[in-house]
């Protein structure tokens, strides 16, 4: 069944992607923009060329994952040529990665839960700085994501245990997580991290505050997952893991392995009399195509509602996805209980309903500051009024970067009610004013999310709820002229305290603590000084006895020897 839905799934990105003219026009002016430069078969690799000549998925993939940007599109693929003709990934030499398919480090073999192929990295096989692992990523990475063009992303298993310092390489870390946002878009569903020790812990944080550093892409914040040997056999089955791992698995990779995965001879190249008519096919479709759609369109494209974590920004690391993973259940933290008791119990005047769903707020959201939460925020109630049929739902805004929404897509089931909980990002607590939402709905026996938008096409009991949203009375933000006096006011008290310093030889020195340190140095002189005249008082006093005594013991000696000198004479 799991194999099923997957083949299914499969079928519908190679396909379902082409049924919207905007996204087919994408694809043409794409490969219009890179064919245009006349140096671009000197500038690429010709593999490159004849795949963007002729193959529409590999455009589609770059366009898919920027949603249909094709300005954004067209600077990633650049990058990407360039890197692929540097990297000469067509032409990695297997006999320079022999030593590590024999030590074992990475390799593809068996699936996990969710019918996704498997690329495993033994971390404790590496050390750091060795030469390689970029160049043996890139050549399964090639060869899977060639093969499959695209469609089925991978599960990175990497195996941590008997691991230290030495094993752990952030330039090799930072190499994947790059490749799958830019060189192949999508091609990574997760990452399972198997038995990290302690000591990495601190190194797996910085890693992970890449993937949410950067706000407006397509990299979700959870693409990592930490699993022990409890928790791994809730993503991969115990007949694909390794003894020390808690499984059965007893497979090592070989050579004989290998050449079952050498990847796909290049397309052949077509004649020159071939591709001159193919170019001239494709003029003609754009030429035709011209009059009917705008291409201007794409340059300046505004997207007015978006539910995808992607917006018109310069590429850079990963941004939180507002969907998360899909199975898991949305918490509901206990501070927002009363904001949900009173939509609950909201009048009949703030609900909006109609056969077969009922919505709360009707048509304006109100952020509010609640205990224990760092961003503003409101919730949405959809209430299934149907006693047969599910409800699915999307939300969308028009600033994904500024908005989180969880869940932003689900099913209401018949008889009960989905809460969905919209945060305003708290940087952004000043521009929320012109933001608007759209909330789609519609009856559907279909469990297939990813398929919403050509479901709610044909729907035929379906319904759009719109949203702008307002700051609620308890919400008291600094104004700017707040923050301007603030500013002013710490930009004061700095150049008074400057004024209580001098610099001599670029160091500089505060007046008021040199001037207590003297005071402190004169009063120990004082004390020094008093203490020192106390002593020769007593000095002098103690000599004075001292000679004193001294006279008297000659004076008694005299006088017996003059009285014998007289009896002498």
């Not at 004061?492 to 020195?509: A, P, V």
């Given at each position: 069944?799991?194999?099923?839905?997957?083949?299914?799934?499969?079928?519908?990105?190679?396909?379902?992607?082409?049924?919207?003219?905007?996204?087919?026009?994408?694809?043409?002016?794409?490969?219009?923009?890179?064919?245009?430069?006349?140096?671009?078969?000197?500038?690429?690799?010709?593999?490159?060329?004849?795949?963007?000549?002729?193959?529409?998925?590999?455009?589609?993939?770059?366009?898919?994952?920027?949603?249909?940007?094709?300005?954004?599109?067209?600077?990633?693929?650049?990058?990407?040529?360039?890197?692929?003709?540097?990297?000469?990934?067509?032409?990695?030499?297997?006999?320079?990665?022999?030593?590590?398919?024999?030590?074992?480090?990475?390799?593809?073999?068996?699936?996990?839960?969710?019918?996704?192929?498997?690329?495993?990295?033994?971390?404790?096989?590496?050390?750091?700085?060795?030469?390689?692992?970029?160049?043996?990523?890139?050549?399964?990475?090639?060869?899977?994501?060639?093969?499959?063009?695209?469609?089925?992303?991978?599960?990175?298993?990497?195996?941590?245990?008997?691991?230290?310092?030495?094993?752990?390489?952030?330039?090799?870390?930072?190499?994947?997580?790059?490749?799958?946002?830019?060189?192949?878009?999508?091609?990574?569903?997760?990452?399972?991290?198997?038995?990290?020790?302690?000591?990495?812990?601190?190194?797996?944080?910085?890693?992970?505050?890449?993937?949410?550093?950067?706000?407006?892409?397509?990299?979700?914040?959870?693409?990592?997952?930490?699993?022990?040997?409890?928790?791994?056999?809730?993503?991969?089955?115990?007949?694909?893991?390794?003894?020390?791992?808690?499984?059965?698995?007893?497979?090592?990779?070989?050579?004989?392995?290998?050449?079952?995965?050498?990847?796909?001879?290049?397309?052949?190249?077509?004649?020159?009399?071939?591709?001159q008519q193919r170019m001239h096919s494709i003029d003609d479709t754009t030429n035709n195509n011209v009059t009917e759609?705008?291409?201007?369109?794409?340059?300046?494209?505004?997207?007015?509602?978006?539910?995808?974590?992607?917006?018109?920004?310069?590429?850079?690391?990963?941004?939180?996805?507002?969907?998360?993973?899909?199975?898991?259940?949305?918490?509901?933290?206990?501070?927002?209980?009363?904001?949900?008791?009173?939509?609950?119990?909201?009048?009949?005047?703030?609900?909006?309903?109609?056969?077969?769903?009922?919505?709360?707020?009707?048509?304006?959201?109100?952020?509010?500051?609640?205990?224990?939460?760092?961003?503003?925020?409101?919730?949405?109630?959809?209430?299934?009024?149907?006693?047969?049929?599910?409800?699915?739902?999307?939300?969308?805004?028009?600033?994904?970067?500024?908005?989180?929404?969880?869940?932003?897509?689900?099913?209401?089931?018949?008889?009960?009610?989905?809460?969905?909980?919209?945060?305003?990002?708290?940087?952004?607590?000043?521009?929320?004013?012109?933001?608007?939402?759209?909330?789609?709905?519609?009856?559907?026996?279909?469990?297939?999310?990813?398929?919403?938008?050509?479901?709610?096409?044909?729907?035929?009991?379906?319904?759009?709820?719109?949203?702008?949203?307002?700051?609620?009375?308890?919400?008291?933000?600094?104004?700017?002229?707040?923050?301007?006096?603030?500013?002013?006011?710490?930009?004061?008290?700095?150049?008074?305290?400057?004024?209580?310093?001098?610099?001599?030889?670029?160091?500089?020195?505060?007046?008021?603590?040199?001037?207590?340190?003297?005071?402190?140095?004169?009063?120990?002189?004082?004390?020094?000084?008093?203490?020192?005249?106390?002593?020769?008082?007593?000095?002098?006093?103690?000599?004075?006895?001292?000679?004193?005594?001294?006279?008297?013991?000659?004076?008694?000696?005299?006088?017996?020897?003059?009285?014998?000198?007289?009896?002498?004479?």
């Amino acid at each position: 069944m799991v194999y099923d839905i997957a083949n299914s799934r499969i079928f519908r990105r190679r396909s379902s992607t082409f049924t919207d003219p905007t996204n087919v026009l994408a694809v043409q002016e794409l490969r219009s923009r890179i064919l245009q430069d006349p140096v671009a078969s000197a500038k690429h690799c010709a593999e490159d060329i004849h795949r963007i000549r002729h193959e529409d998925w590999w455009l589609d993939r770059f366009l898919g994952s920027v949603n249909y940007d094709v300005d954004i599109a067209y600077a990633i693929i650049l990058e990407c040529l360039k890197w692929r003709k540097n990297f000469d990934v067509d032409r990695i030499s297997l006999l320079s990665l022999k030593p590590l398919l024999d030590n074992q480090l990475m390799y593809l073999h068996g699936k996990d839960l969710q019918n996704r192929h498997i690329l495993w990295i033994m971390m404790s096989k590496y050390k750091n700085g060795d030469d390689g692992f970029e160049k043996l990523f890139t050549f399964w990475m090639e060869r899977h994501y060639m093969e499959y063009k695209g469609c089925q992303p991978l599960t990175i298993f990497i195996d941590m245990s008997g691991t230290g310092l030495k094993n752990m390489s952030f330039d090799a870390m930072k190499f994947i997580i790059h490749s799958s946002k830019y060189y192949y878009p999508n091609a990574i569903e997760s990452i399972l991290i198997f038995d990290n020790p302690a000591i990495l812990n601190a190194s797996w944080k910085v890693i992970g505050s890449w993937l949410e550093s950067s706000a407006a892409t397509n990299q979700r914040h959870d693409l990592l997952t930490f699993v022990t040997k409890l928790s791994v056999t809730h993503y991969v089955p115990k007949s694909h893991l390794l003894e020390h791992q808690g499984g059965t698995d007893t497979f090592k990779f070989t050579m004989d392995e290998l050449a079952k995965c050498l990847p796909p001879p290049p397309p052949p190249k077509p004649s020159p009399k071939l591709l001159q008519q193919r170019m001239h096919s494709i003029d003609d479709t754009t030429n035709n195509n011209v009059t009917e759609f705008d291409f201007s369109s794409f340059q300046k494209r505004n997207v007015k509602f978006d539910e995808e974590s992607v917006t018109k920004r310069a590429p850079s690391l990963s941004r939180r996805s507002s969907r998360g993973p899909k199975g898991r259940k949305s918490h509901i933290p206990p501070s927002l209980r009363p904001l949900i008791e009173n939509r609950v119990n909201a009048p009949s005047d703030d609900w909006s309903s109609n056969d077969f769903v009922s919505i709360t707020p009707r048509d304006e959201l109100r952020l509010e500051k609640v205990d224990g939460e760092n961003d503003l925020l409101d919730v949405v109630l959809v209430k299934n009024q149907s006693s047969e049929t599910p409800i699915m739902f999307k939300f969308k805004t028009t600033s994904p970067e500024k908005f989180r929404v969880r869940p932003s897509s689900g099913i209401v089931q018949p008889g009960t009610t989905e809460i969905i909980r919209v945060y305003l990002q708290y940087e952004y607590r000043h521009s929320w004013s012109k933001e608007k939402f759209l909330l789609l709905t519609m009856e559907s026996s279909s469990t297939d999310l990813d398929s919403f938008s050509d479901q709610f096409k044909n729907a035929i009991n379906k319904a759009e709820f719109k949203f702008k949203c307002r700051l609620s009375e308890n919400v008291k933000l600094d104004q700017p002229e707040e923050r301007r006096s603030s500013f002013l006011l710490q930009q004061q008290q700095l150049q008074e305290n400057r004024k209580d310093r001098f610099s001599i030889g670029g160091i500089n020195f505060n007046v008021p603590l040199i001037i207590l340190v003297l005071f402190l140095f004169l009063i120990f002189q004082f004390f020094y000084i008093m203490q020192m005249r106390s002593d020769n008082a007593l000095l002098r006093e103690t000599l004075i006895t001292l000679s004193g005594q001294i006279k008297e013991a000659n004076v008694q000696n005299t006088e017996p020897i003059a009285e014998m000198v007289k009896n002498e004479l």
